[in-house]
């Protein structure tokens, strides 16, 4: 008997039939042995339209006031969620109950819309698996000191759900949902793109913060804090599959290095088109300059990923970095308005059309010429690399963007992603 | 200054636009200087969504632990509408913050899906009226011993805002519908239907119980048991309207008979079509019989409203009594198959097409003669009685269900209730 918990996101919910579906599977699990806790995500469509219905009655400037009435209402979505599954349970004969994130509770902060959990008290959940029951949590939502709903912002639930398994030591959380594993890539952009047996959680941190949507960060960087062995598995294979075959179905990703992960060099290419990058052109090449830069950016909230400074040349540098293509206009106008004047730029330029194209892969650390490889493989394709970042176990390049399926095919042949690397 | 209690039902919550409207409103009572609570009910339609989903999941037999979950579901319904009020009033510039019913708390026994209100805290609200918020409040909902989510049944946010409004000693609370107050009779068969300016609380309660769908009665109870001033009135005026000429429409249910009371005899005619009437004939009349039929009948949770027990004859008599028409065809079952033939009865006869016809009104206790000028205009119409019902303030008729509208409009006739008995 395992303690197993399963997350089904909104698409597995989006239906009284696809619910019913969810409690056949749980009760085939709870047949076999097993104590289950279940996270389900709002239906599909549900948070949208509700926060639709919330932006169309919001005042203009959106406050803290605001963000906690969001919370209200958004978390709902999810007890909708939590209800139906329990009574869909009952129906299947098994005794479920559902709760909420504040009767479990799940303590949180209190950054509405945004909230990170401080910690989950289990035990009103175990004394229900302890009597038998399957417990139903909604996931996406806590409660903050002050006795406010909060919500952990899009994708909370994978985080909820991860949090949960490591607050209550189970054995694993299985997370299933519209695809059946973690892929080398896109398997839309490269059809030879090959699902993976395994792939270490620093891997699928990297795979998750550059643009795979699959999880939400912060479940993966929870998982590898609390080494949750975590499974993302299809939801769309036949409930009544045997749960042998279920057990080992999608991708692992493990906070174990054992033997039988698969020891290729590169595991996957991630990109994202998200972003756009500005340039200061020419400036003074003195201490303190890139906090000069960055600070006011920053202080306007704006997120940074990839920062480029190159080598001065007669004392000027050029200062280049790439931000969320949502905050590309605002970035600009400071740049132009305050910054460039203020730190003496010769000029300020920007680029909306670019794609940051990455290589991931734990095994880039025990072995040189990896980036080298990528440089190539890009440049035989005539890619001009913008920008680089690299970091322990990824390559990051910075192209235009009507580079990017040409640029994530060649890698993805140029590491032989296609070929299986090692028997499952 | 003045502490007020708006309640609005579902209608009035209808749409953002109506939403925005009811912001407006509240927001104007706020600047004529009020402490305001607000307690919306659900949109429009949503909690029969959400039960609606809910029942496609049920297991055929609801238990407790089902009940337990259709609360769950069913509550998101009113703190959806709670967030949604919140938000609109900040974009009118008020400050307000919403809670749901635990967090108030609104603790209720654990009677899923028709608890009852035992006590309310109204620290939190204090505190937040004191610092110059509105509060919005979910009504229909509460918390159990265990911190479970509850309900009170349909129509149950009025008692929220009632019992709210008694709590916290309020000056009034206003119930906004889609009516603009208690009719003399439903306009839509009396088009000469008056609505009356006060009506006491006792008489409201009979109004209530006899199928007046204006207010959930137990909100009724409520407000006579702790003298809460209520007023129900429409959410269609519009928002703008002056302030002292919407604190003085629609009808106040008042606890105190004062001397602007309107002192007809007679304030209403309610009706009821919704029951059902069975008979045993030929029952042996002997003491403890009442019990042998009703017994069974009680224990079978089915509710019973009038009885009628003739005098013997040869030592024989009828036994008579209404149920709920959903309760027909089981109790004719019940009454055919065990009590009938337990109790020697000589048959067992029914009626579903029958309809209760009430005239009410405190003035009764101190007239004579009520009762059978009633009689006399019924019999004026050829409509003949099968029932009679009194209690001290109202007399019920049980007549042929096709006769109702005939007796209605009788009745209105005959206790002059199409003049307007006092000036408002």
């Known amino acids: 008997m395992a303690l197993i918990v399963h997350k089904y996101g909104g698409t597995s919910m989006g239906s009284t039939d696809r619910i ?70 009952q129906a299947e004969g098994v005794q479920a109950v559902s709760y909420t994130g504040w009767q479990v509770p799940v303590s949180t902060d209190s950054s509405h819309t945004k909230a990170r959990i401080e910690s989950i008290d289990d035990k009103r959940v175990r004394a229900d698996l302890a009597a038998g029951k399957v417990v139903v949590i909604a996931g996406f ?46 398997p839309r952009i490269v059809p030879e793109a090959r699902r993976l047996h395994t792939i270490s959680f620093e891997e699928m941190l990297e795979m998750a913060s ?27 294979t036949p409930w009544d599959i045997d749960i042998n075959e279920e057990a080992k179905s999608g991708t692992l990703i493990s906070f174990e290095e054992d ?58 540098t050029d200062f280049s970095f790439t931000v969320h293509r949502n905050d590309y206009a605002r970035t600009m106008e400071l740049l ?30 025990s072995h040189v010429g990896v980036a080298s490889k990528m440089f190539r493989a890009l440049s035989e394709e005539g890619i001009n690399i913008q920008m680089i970042s690299t970091s322990e176990i990824k390559t990051s390049v ?18 032989d992603l296609d070929q299986d690397a090692v028997a499952a």
Chains 1, 2 share one sequence.
């Open 210 to 236: 550059l643009g795979s949507k699959i999880l939400q960060i912060r479940s993966v960087e929870f998982a590898g804090k609390y080494k949750v062995p975590l499974r993302v598995l299809s939801s769309f």
């Open 141 to 186: 939502q806590g409660i903050d000191a002050n006795d406010n709903i909060t919500t952990l912002g899009r994708g909370g639930s994978d985080t909820s759900a991860v949090a949960i398994a490591a607050a209550m030591k189970a054995d694993e959380c299985l997370i299933y949902t519209d695809v059946d594993g973690v892929y080398t890539t896109d």
């Open 336 to 365: 132009q308005s305050t910054v460039g004047p203020a730190t003496n730029a010769g000029k300020v330029v920007g680029d909306a059309k670019i794609c940051k194209v990455s290589i991931v892969g734990i095994g880039m650390r």
């Open 398 to 415: 910075v192209i235009d963007e009507k580079y990017m399926e040409l640029a994530v095919r060649a890698l993805h042949k140029a590491f």
């Open 20 to 89: 019913r579906n969810v409690a056949k599977r749980v009760a085939k699990w709870v047949r076999a042995g097993h104590q289950m806790v279940v996270v389900p995500s709002a239906m599909s469509g549900e948070t949208n339209r509700l926060l639709g219905l919330a932006k169309e009655l919001s005042p203009a400037s959106v406050t803290a006031e605001v963000n906690r009435e969001l919370d209200m209402i958004a978390a709902t979505g999810e007890q909708v969620s939590v209800g139906l599954l329990a009574i869909a349970l």
């Open 259 to 316: 033997e039988n992960m698969e020891q290729a060099v590169v595991s996957g290419i991630a990109f994202n088109r998200d972003e756009a990058k500005v340039t200061l052109l020419g400036v003074p090449d003195k201490p303190g300059i890139a906090f000069q830069i960055l600070g006011p950016v920053a202080e306007a909230n704006i997120d940074i990923d990839v920062i480029i400074q190159n080598v001065s040349h007669d004392g000027k």
